[in-house]
């Protein structure tokens, strides 16, 4: 069937009937309780996007996350500050990336603020992390960035 992508949120389109898909066969109430601390900060991440101008992207792939991305003229570095849960569905991770497209060539760099740590690393001070790690990747330019690999020919 199509996917179809309403607020972060994926859906897959069968028959007329909207069913959410959320990664890995994850129930809606699973994900829901998975992304119950990620909705206690969307506050503050609205406020500090809108501050900032920068884009609130919430639940990508299907996963409970919130990223804050915004791009750099006229490198097309895109930079983005995130908070997603970890794998192991237990703890969280902070991070800030960016990347850039350079023909067929991707460029990347990416820091663990917080790697698998405990919610409350991420929510004490939250407004303070993201001012830092904020200013730290504004400073990284293009050529702070690394060769990550080729655009695949399936994604163009």
Not at 4 to 30: C, N
Request: include cysteine.
């Amino acid at each position: 069937g199509l996917i179809l992508v309403i607020g972060g949120i994926y859906f897959r389109i069968q028959k007329g009937i909207h069913v959410p898909t959320y990664y890995d066969g994850m129930s809606e109430a699973e994900f829901k309780k998975l992304e119950a601390p990620l909705i206690k900060i969307d506050p503050i991440l609205v406020d500090f996007a809108d501050e900032h101008h920068l884009e609130l992207h919430k639940n990508g792939k299907g996963w409970p996350e919130r990223s804050l991305d915004w791009d750099i003229a006229p490198s097309g570095t895109r930079k983005t500050v995130s908070v997603y849960l970890a794998d192991d569905k237990k703890s969280f991770d902070f991070c800030i990336a960016a990347n850039e497209l350079r023909g067929d060539d991707i460029y990347y760099k990416k820091k663990l603020i917080h790697d698998h740590s405990p919610w409350v690393d991420i929510e004490t001070n939250l407004s303070q992390q993201l001012a830092v790690v904020f200013d730290e990747a504004k400073r990284w330019s293009s050529q702070d960035l690394e060769f990550s690999g080729k655009v695949s020919k399936w994604s163009k």
